[in-house]
């Protein structure tokens, strides 16, 4: 049974940073390219960043890049995605994916056939 569980989500200042975690079970992980996507109420999940499996190559979404860096520890199963100089407007739940290697659409929620059940991020003014 594959399993993904975030951590790390909480409450801070605008401006501040914050690290999210991502851990998962039952998955050959290092076969398995591991995406963030987040989500707000009444929108569409949006894209944040993903990280390959077999070259840990890096995808960002517009406003993300340079202020989040993805990277994935597989001898611990782990993703981690550092969130830097945070807005208003990266308040939403982020959730955790993995898509099975090889592949394309890294960026694309369809693709991602595992996911965890998301952690909330809120930043403050």
């Known amino acids: 049974q594959v399993q993904l569980v975030e951590s790390g989500g909480g409450l801070v200042q605008a401006g501040g940073s914050l690290r999210l975690s991502c851990t998962a079970s039952g998955v050959a992980f290092s076969d398995y390219a591991l995406g963030w996507f987040r989500q707000v109420p009444g929108k569409e999940r949006e894209f944040v960043a993903s990280?390959?499996?077999?070259?840990?190559?890096?995808y960002y979404g517009g406003s993300m890049e340079g202020r989040f860096t993805i990277s994935r520890d597989n001898a611990n199963n782990t993703v981690t995605l550092q969130m830097n100089r945070l807005t208003l407007e990266d308040s939403a739940v982020y959730f955790c994916?993995?898509?099975?290697?090889?592949?394309?659409?890294?960026?694309?929620?369809?693709?991602?056939?595992?996911w965890g059940q998301g952690t909330q991020v809120t930043v403050s003014s």
């Open positions: 990280i390959r499996g077999h070259d840990e190559k890096v």
């Open positions: 994916a993995a898509k099975a290697e090889p592949g394309a659409f890294y960026t694309k929620e369809f693709v991602y056939r595992y």
